[in-house]
């Protein structure tokens, strides 16, 4: 398998990552940070850091040119940046040496090279909220279409009381919203950098702010107000919400992986993966993507958190473990978003298994609500007590709790015996989340 798999022909539609993946190609990293230069340009020749001229020539060639990053490998190698080779590169091909000799000017590797990647941050973005918005509508859909189908609550692994399929719904649907609803901050969390060698901006003068301030205005980034070369804190700050939002999703997965499993079945996806020797099966292939990508995307995040101390002014080695992760980490979470796109797509709830599963307990997933009955003509403890006594003979000898709490005691509500009506706040929750999801 080639590594990553992102950039494979054959694993392409096992892990697409769509623009999320065009945004992390060198072409688009180049392009990126001879926008940043051009801007900068622009910028410093309004203030007459640089002839004006100059500015706008260095702008309109950061618009138009077309540089190979091929050709800058060899001295990326060599200086650990490929900002040098790229500035060599940009002034050749603009064949305007009394222009571009003010290319890149004050400037240093890593003020380019991080607000490029603030520009391409700023549309991963944008990436994620379209695909968690469609994420968001369609589990809407089914909590407010399927609020009141009820379906065994399992805690443990065990059967616990009835809730709804549509309070399944919401519950995945919860955390996404929450997290959508924080994008905007996160957008706003993106800066320029302008801090020169060593984070002083020496070479730019008392200019210095003002130009910051100004190229924050022209990329539509942030002015941060000082330098962060060494405070990676908007890095950091993306890359915990990639792995928050990844593992609500991972939760998403687990649950459609046990809810479609053989002696279960309440749950159907309309495209499940074949077997090449067992012609029965339908995988769940798009939910167990859709988990590994989150546990990728835990250790990739780790890494990241791990890489955010930055020794002294610069520091080439945690910045490298940047480069090396927050890639794979974004394009992590663009895969696990379009396989939970298509995962609930395709799925449906199966609630003839649904009723067969409540059927089956004998009544049982009514004990709670049996032992709250009988508090109110005995303590609690007794009444607990005698429901763990009836529940104990049930299971050995068969038999409904209904019939067996009705014998003792006849005057007991039956209808607390049925699922459809011992939902408690389930189908509440259900409307609640849809409702939510539609004032978003």
Not at 171 to 185: D, H, I, N, Q, V
Not at 227 to 235: L, V
Not at 346 to 360: N, V
């Amino acid at each position: 398998m080639p590594s990553p798999a992102f950039s494979s022909q054959l694993y392409a539609r096992l892990f697409p990552t769509g623009e999320v993946g065009r945004l992390f190609t060198d072409s688009a990293e180049v392009r990126a940070m001879m926008l940043v230069e051009g801007a900068l340009a622009k910028v410093q020749g309004a203030r007459g850091v640089i002839p004006e001229i100059s500015g706008r020539a260095i702008h309109r060639a950061s618009l138009e040119l077309q540089l190979d990053p091929g050709g800058m490998a060899e001295e990326t190698g060599a200086n650990g940046v490929p900002v040098p080779a790229l500035v060599r590169l940009f002034r050749e091909a603009m064949q305007a040496p009394e222009h571009a000799q003010y290319l890149h000017w004050g400037a240093t590797s890593q003020d380019i090279a991080d607000t490029a990647l603030m520009l391409r941050l700023r549309q991963v973005i944008g990436q994620y909220e379209t695909a968690l918005d469609g994420i968001l509508a369609r589990l809407a859909v089914l909590a407010d279409a399927h609020a009141e189908l009820p379906m065994a609550a399992r805690t443990y692994g065990q059967h616990a009381t009835p809730t709804s399929f549509g309070a399944v719904a919401a519950s995945w649907g919860w955390p996404l919203l929450s997290l959508r609803g924080e994008t905007e901050a996160l957008r706003a969390g993106l800066p320029v950098s302008l801090s020169g060698a060593a984070g002083t901006a020496d070479a730019l003068g008392e200019e210095a702010p003002t130009l910051r301030a100004d190229l924050a205005g022209a990329l539509g980034l942030t002015d941060p107000g000082r330098s962060w070369h060494t405070d990676r804190t908007p890095i950091l700050r993306v890359g915990a919400w990639i792995a928050r939002v990844a593992a609500a999703l991972a939760k998403i997965g687990e649950d459609l992986i046990l809810g479609t499993q053989s002696g279960i079945g309440e749950m159907t996806l309309a495209a499940g993966g074949g077997s090449s020797t067992m012609p029965q099966k339908q995988n769940p292939v798009a939910p167990s993507a859709v988990v590994a990508l989150a546990a990728q995307a835990q250790g990739l995040n780790a890494t990241l958190q791990a890489a955010g101390t930055h020794a002294q002014q610069r520091d080439g080695a945690a910045w490298f473990t940047e480069w090396l992760t927050l890639p794979q980490l974004c394009q992590s979470l663009a895969a696990a978003l379009a396989r939970s796109g298509d995962a609930l797509d395709a799925l449906a709830p199966g609630a003839e298994a649904m009723a067969g599963t409540l059927a089956q307990s004998r009544g049982l997933m009514a004990a709670e609500a049996l032992s709250f009955a009988l508090a109110e003509r005995m303590s609690r403890p007794e009444a607990q007590a005698e429901v763990k006594a009836l529940a104990r003979e049930i299971a050995a000898e068969g038999g409904h709790l209904r019939d067996a709490a009705l014998a003792r005691w006849p005057d007991l509500d039956p209808a607390i015996f049925d699922p459809s009506r011992a939902m408690g706040q389930a189908p509440a929750e259900a409307r609640a989340f849809a409702k939510a999801v539609r004032k978003h």
